[in-house]
């Protein structure tokens, strides 16, 4: 015998907006980082920030070339997703892992705006171009770090094994 009391989750699901849109929490952005209860993070910020510059360079770049636009895209703001990401790693292992995706993707974008730099009849975005860059040397050392930091953990515990 079947309950008449079925769950329907589309009518839960538009419940839920109807409080949320009442309380105007859906409809507002994130808290940032940097404010209340969130830790101040630069690299968080800066990745955000290229990931709206990003978008705002694929808007131009689409008449030219819709495709290469949509990569640039994608690389570009994932960058900031996967720092993001990182920022809740379960370990220092997992923390690495989600930078390193992050640096291959802020290395796909700056490639792919390098070539969009050489062809004249592309948008160019050197304010984009530059951010892109500065945060290469900052993302290869958050990894030196932290890799060194993975491997001492390691260390450690490979000690503390042997010891017991």
Known sequence: MESDLQFDPTTWFEDRLVEYNAA???????VPYGEAPRKRNAVVEETFE?????????????????????QILRSGTSVGSHTREAQGAE??????????IAHKE???TDYRLALCHVKAHYPHDDDL???ARILIPLF?????TSRKRLNQ??????????VT
């Open 24 to 30: 105007n929490v859906l409809f507002e952005p994130s």
């Open 50 to 70: 290229l990931a709206s510059k990003v978008m705002d360079y694929a808007e131009r770049l689409v008449p030219v070339n819709m495709v290469f636009a949509d």
């Open 91 to 100: 370990s220092l292992a997992d923390f690495v892992h989600k930078m390193k």
């Open 106 to 108: 802020l290395e796909e």
């Open 129 to 131: 171009v530059r951010r």
């Open 140 to 144: 290869h050392s958050i990894l030196s």
């Open 153 to 162: 953990q390691r260390s450690d515990g490979r000690r503390k094994r042997s």
